[in-house]
């Protein structure tokens, strides 16, 4: 029997020293119907030509040059041109296991489900696999409603009431989609200049209307820590902009009519992106004075504290709690040298 097309989207803006290893990766799959749609955002060093290399080696390959968007606007490119059954997204720094769409593809037939989730491993600078986040949940497969009470919400966050945490990852890099259940939903990916956690924002929107998930309790892709990433460099505006971020999921979760249990699992998202942030900041290249001082900004900020104030921390890790609770005091010298701490 034949298997059905499916297509990959790769969005790809100056990642020349990366471009090839991802590349091989999904070349080389052991499913071998497939349609590779390079996105090249207007990028500056080599990728452009690199991609046109690949497409000439590969007729699976299909290249778009287009004027530079950003991310979510190159995945939406990528939609555009997407012919097959399913799609995926991923990364183009990044890479996965040459049996990842094999895998995918026969979990979702298997259900004749709208998505397939599944894990992930983290891979240091140097090569190194550090973590591999595998899925562990109640089953294999859920429709319906519990899509929006059990999937989305452990997407989202570990449930603050129990500390149950499934490896559920909110990306979308980590799932197989139906391209029947996009077109449906005529779903598109948001800018991450408009919104800093596009995915999260994206996803809450089409989750509304899926309805059937089903995971993969596998690591089958590997995100890479590569020297250099704009994550790990601190900006001024990245604490306003997710700011900017949560409150617009909140209003998003309003407007979609989901449960507080989703609201209450986007602050703990919130609260790792701060964390996240002020990692950042605590290894920023200016004096110490001016790095506490910025921190200072951010933990008092009446915005934080409100959501800090609300959360619920007694399931929460022996570590994160002491954070939590030491930035709910503001005790900023304390709160600089856990963060420096975890860096």
Known sequence: MTKELISIVLPIYNVEKYL???IRSIVNQSYRNLEIILVDD???DQCPQLCEEWAKKDK???????????????RNTGIEYATGKY???FDSDDYVALDTLEKAYQQIEKHNAELVLFGFCNVASDGKTKKCTIPHTEKEY???ESVRTYVLPNLIAPDPKTGERTNLWMSAWSCMYSMDAIRRTNWKFVSERQYISEDVFSLLHLYKDIESVTILPEALYFYCENGGSLTHTYRRDRYEKNKYCYDACQAACLELGYNQDVKDRLAFQYVSNIIGALK????ADCSKDVRLHNLKDIV??????????????????FNRKCLIVTMRMKLFHIVYLLVRAKV
């Open 20 to 22: 090839d290893r991802c």
């Open 42 to 44: 207007g990028s500056s």
């Open 280 to 283: 950042t900041l605590v290894t």
């Open 142 to 144: 859920y429709q319906g």
């Open 87 to 89: 799609i995926c997204f």
């Open 300 to 317: 008092a900020d009446n915005h934080f504290q409100n959501v800090l104030n609300k959360m619920n921390v007694s399931k929460e890790t």
């Open 60 to 74: 699976r390959i299909k290249v778009i040059h287009k004027e530079n968007a950003g991310l979510g606007m190159a």
